[in-house]
């Protein structure tokens, strides 16, 4: 598979207690994702800003809620391009770039992700999951044992690069 | 270029120089809340039953490994341990202070479980020659983190970009 092909878009709306419960509970102490005013007043920012945990916590929702439960996630790279603050709607616009099946019940997809706010990219990520595209479902990646896993990832990132 | 780096620095590269151990073990209540801020459904966070389906008990969300090995930010005993050490060691001795990350990645090879108990290592891969950006004039460089869980199994590695700079 060579051509990349268009996922549904989700939506997630930010607020100050989504942000803040997002630190608070990655154990990420730094004020300008819990503390508004240090934020506002100190760290010369607009609000408190998402933190990369709960970012990627949503990258990563956004491809489990796309192909299911099972979805093991191989490999997720980021950047932030705009800090995400509160009550803005994200919105997550996805392709899958390829698709590598390294048997039969396990495929690899290579999904590129940019995370909008108002049509402007606040962020992108590229992300290996492993899925089983089988109808029947029998075997879930995650019965994988994390030595062949890792050879996976090797296998799919190095055919990447 | 890079012999202007201080030799302090250059002996650091790809060694091992910080580590971290877990100050708390995995929890099942701060993964949940996590997966509740973000509004994650996925049942092998949540429902044992669903799980053992895929991963014999419930998992922790993968989001959350680097901060199974921050600190408290207040402990009744010791002084908090900053995260990535190494970071705010190359930007006091390169006398940059300021740093933002420009770029994450981490792969996850093992699931993480209530009760596990993560350990972490430091290592720098990389470092550039002098930049001037927009932000200021410094460098970038690229520290390798490795997670351990308590049977020293590799649960996962992170790449963290960094930019050191001043204005």
């Not at chain 2, 402990?75 to 300021?98: I, Y």
């Amino acid at each position: 598979m060579s051509s990349k092909i268009a996922l549904p878009i989700s939506k997630f709306v930010t607020s100050v207690k989504n942000i803040q419960a997002g630190a608070i509970y990655s154990r990420d102490w730094a004020p300008l994702h819990s503390d508004q005013d240090w934020a506002i007043n100190k760290g010369n920012l607009p609000n408190i800003i998402m933190n990369n945990y709960t970012l990627n916590g949503l990258v990563i929702k956004y491809v489990t809620d796309l192909y299911g439960d099972a979805t093991r996630i191989g490999k997720v790279s980021f950047k932030i391009k705009k800090p995400i603050c509160p009550n803005e709607t994200l919105e997550f616009h996805g392709y899958v770039i390829s698709e590598d099946k390294v048997s039969d019940e396990l495929s690899f997809l290579n999904i590129n992700l940019d995370i909008k706010i108002s049509d402007q990219i606040v962020s992108s990520a590229k992300i290996i999951a492993g899925v089983n595209l089988t109808e029947k479902k029998i075997n879930s990646p995650w019965k994988i044992d994390s030595k062949k896993w890792k050879s996976y990832i090797d296998e799919v990132t190095t055919d990447k690069s | 270029m890079q012999a202007e780096l201080p030799k302090e620095i250059t002996k650091l590269i790809g060694k091992i120089s910080f580590e971290d151990s877990s100050p708390i073990l995995v929890q099942k209540g701060l993964w949940q809340n996590f997966c509740s801020a973000i509004e994650d459904s996925n049942p092998i966070y949540w429902n044992e039953s669903e799980a053992i389906k895929h991963t014999d008990e419930l998992i922790a969300h993968p989001a959350l490994l680097p901060s199974w090995v921050h600190d408290f930010e207040w402990h009744p005993n010791r002084k908090k341990v900053l995260p990535m050490q190494l970071h705010f060691h190359l930007k006091e001795v390169l006398n940059l202070p300021l740093g933002i990350v420009t770029e994450v990645e981490i792969e996850y090879y093992e699931p993480i479980k209530n009760g596990d108990e993560i350990s972490s290592n430091q290592k720098l891969l990389s470092i550039t020659d002098p930049v001037t950006t927009k932000l200021g004039n410094g460098r970038y460089w690229v520290i390798e983190v490795t997670y351990f869980n308590q049977k020293e199994i590799i649960v996962g590695k992170q790449n963290m970009h960094f930019l050191g700079y001043k204005k």
